[in-house]
C-alpha cells in the first residue's frame, strides 16, 4: 500500500488510539463499583484485633450488602470454603465494614456474613489495577453444632517487621466426645497461623511455636 505525506497523521492518531487502549486498567465488571461503595474507606491501627461479635454485643457497624449483589460480584471460588455459611439464599445478613490499602495495588475489604447464628468475616483482597477480587481470608468466625462449635479471630499486625501488614490467624476448636459408658468429655483445642504479606497476596507460613503464638495474641473464648 502508497502512503503519501497527508496520510501520516491519520495513521499517527491511529496508533496513539491503540497504544491508549493497551495501557488503560481493566473495565470494571458489571456492579463491582456499586459493591466497592458498601465498603468506607477507614484507617486501621497498627495492631487490629478481629473477631465476631458476642451474643450481648451490638451488630456490627457498617453498610448493609443486598444478597444478590454479593453473589453476583464474587467468584464462587472465593466462596467456595464457606458455603456452609455464604450460601446464595441462605444469608441472612451482609455487611461492608471497612476498606483499606494494604499496597499500592490491593486494597483490602472486610465483610461480615451472618446466617442464623453463625458469625464470620472475611477479608477481600481487590486488585486496583486488574479491578477484580483476587483472595478471600478468613478473619473470625464462630460455627459449628451441639457436638462442636468452632471460634476464630485474627490479629493484623506488621509480624515480622517489614513495613506491611500481616495477619495472624487463631482457632479454637470446642467439642463433646461421649464413651461407651456415655460419659461426655469436653475437648479445647488451640492453635495458630501466620499469614505474611508478599507484594499482592498472603501467604502461610510454617510455625515452629503455635504454643507461642497462641499466648501472644490470645482470642476471646467462649468455653
Known amino acids: 500500500m502508497h502512503y503519501t505525506l497527508h496520510n501520516y497523521p491519520a495513521i499517527l492518531a491511529c496508533v496513539l488510539s491503540l497504544t491508549v487502549a493497551c495501557q488503560s486498567p481493566t473495565p470494571s465488571a458489571p456492579g463491582q463499583a456499586d459493591f466497592l ?3 468506607a474507606p477507614l484507617a486501621i491501627p497498627d495492631t487490629l484485633r478481629v473477631e465476631v461479635p458476642g451474643e450481648n454485643d451490638p451488630d456490627p ?3 448493609s450488602i443486598p444478597a444478590a449483589l454479593f453473589f453476583s460480584v464474587l467468584d464462587s471460588a472465593l466462596l467456595q470454603e464457606i ?5 446464595a439464599g441462605g444469608v441472612d445478613r451482609i455487611w461492608g465494614l471497612r476498606r483499606f490499602s494494604l499496597s499500592l495495588n490491593v486494597e483490602a475489604c472486610v465483610v461480615y456474613i451472618q446466617q442464623l447464628w453463625f458469625k464470620h468475616i472475611s477479608l477481600l483482597l481487590y486488585n486496583r489495577r486488574k479491578r477484580v477480587f483476587t483472595a478471600r481470608h478468613t478473619l473470625a468466625e464462630w ?4 457436638s462442636g462449635q468452632m471460634l476464630v479471630g485474627s490479629w493484623l499486625l506488621d509480624y515480622d517487621d517489614d513495613g506491611d501488614r500481616d495477619i495472624v490467624r487463631r482457632v479454637i476448636q470446642y467439642s463433646l466426645l461421649t464413651n ?16 505474611l504479606w508478599y507484594g499482592e497476596r498472603f501467604e502461610a507460613q510454617p510455625t515452629s511455636d503455635t504454643a507461642a503464638l497462641v ?6 473464648s467462649y468455653w
Open 180 to 195: 461407651h459408658d456415655h460419659e461426655v468429655r469436653q475437648i479445647t483445642e488451640e492453635t495458630a497461623e501466620v499469614l
Open 37 to 39: 461503595a458498601f465498603f
Open 143 to 146: 460455627y459449628g453444632g451441639e
Open 61 to 63: 457497624v457498617g453498610d
Open 83 to 87: 458455603a456452609y455459611v455464604a450460601e
Open 215 to 220: 499466648r501472644r495474641f490470645p482470642i476471646r
